[in-house]
């Protein structure tokens, strides 16, 4: 059965870095195109990065573009979010998912139907 575990999560003052992972089994990370979501209290899910199964390009929401950062090992089966100057409004549970057929764009992960794959979730405070 396929699955995603997150981990990496924690707490960190603002200005601090963490790096979480999404390791894969089920499932090849080089196969699909995978996001990175985050989902903070009473907002709305958040299409935080996702990267390309076809061409390795990538995806990040602006409010985390230039501290964010993905990438991807193929034969650990496992994807990476490399989190920088964090902020406080970075808090929430993030998490990796994916769907047959979804594919990474311009404006994030696209595709129809429900995402077939996503993990529990690691949980980033950022606080000081």
């Known amino acids: 059965q396929a699955q995603f575990v997150e981990s990496g999560g924690g707490t960190v003052q603002p200005g601090g870095s963490l790096r979480l992972s999404c390791a894969a089994s089920?499932?090849?990370?080089?196969?699909?195109?995978i996001g990175w979501f985050r989902q903070a209290p009473g907002k709305e899910r958040e299409d935080v990065s996702c990267?390309?199964?076809?061409?390795?390009?990538?995806y990040y929401a602006d409010s985390v573009k230039g501290r964010f950062t993905i990438s991807r090992d193929d034969a650990k089966n496992t994807l990476y979010l490399q989190m920088n100057s964090l902020k406080p409004e970075d808090t929430g549970l993030y998490y990796c998912?994916?769907?047959?057929?979804?594919?990474?764009?311009?404006?994030?992960?696209?595709?129809?139907?429900?995402?077939?794959?996503r993990g529990k979730g690691t949980l980033v405070t950022v606080s000081s």
């Open positions: 089920g499932i090849s990370v080089d196969y699909y195109s």
């Open positions: 998912a994916t769907g047959r057929g979804y594919a990474c764009t311009g404006y994030g992960l696209v595709g129809y139907g429900g995402m077939d794959y």
């Open positions: 990267i390309s199964s076809s061409d390795g390009s990538t």
